[in-house]
């Protein structure tokens, strides 16, 4: 499993509360981009050593260990909180430094049929990341995202694609 360290607690980070003093025993949630689904980061870059969730900072309001890095194939969303629990900041859609939001070489899954002229849904066999991360094309043209949209490891056509059209699709 490939890690990458975060740009949000990724080393030496210091956590501060709105009012600038330290945020001595914070909580920072981890989640699947976009959603309330947590998911893990890591101690090490080694990978093999989860993180709690939440992240509990310690009294000089950083990461206990230093490090937080971060699964490479997803985006993720962070909460930050006080240890009371209040908001203090989200931030999502965070990928790890280097990797698949950057530059980490992924091979995509792709899928290909053929239209009939009356089906809109196909079963694309797994689950795409996010829509933003799928291309469609019919017929080599690629289709904008409001021609379409997922929902699980079905692609659902607005407008059923032509009769014999070549339907091809990329996704992570």
Do not use: C
């Amino acid at each position: 499993m490939a890690v990458f360290l975060s740009p949000i607690g990724g080393a030496g980070w210091q956590f501060f509360n709105n009012d600038g003093t330290v945020l001595s025993g914070g909580k920072i949630y981890t989640y699947s981009a976009g959603t309330t689904t947590p998911k893990a980061t890591y101690t090490t870059s080694a990978g093999n050593i989860a993180h709690s969730n939440p992240i509990i900072l310690d009294s000089a309001g950083r990461v206990p260990g230093g490090e937080v890095w971060l699964f490479g194939t997803s985006a993720y969303k962070f909460v930050l909180n006080t240890s009371a629990d209040v908001l203090i900041a989200t931030y999502d859609n965070v990928w790890g430094i280097g990797a698949a939001g950057g530059s980490e070489p992924i091979t995509p899954v792709i899928y290909n049929s053929t239209g009939t002229g009356s089906q809109t849904t196909f079963g694309l066999g797994s689950t795409p990341t996010n829509e933003n991360l799928t291309n469609v094309y019919i017929n080599g043209v690629y289709q904008q995202k409001n021609t379409y949209s997922l929902s699980g490891a079905n692609l659902v056509f607005s407008t059923a694609p032509p009769v014999t059209s070549s339907i091809e699709v990329s996704f992570n």
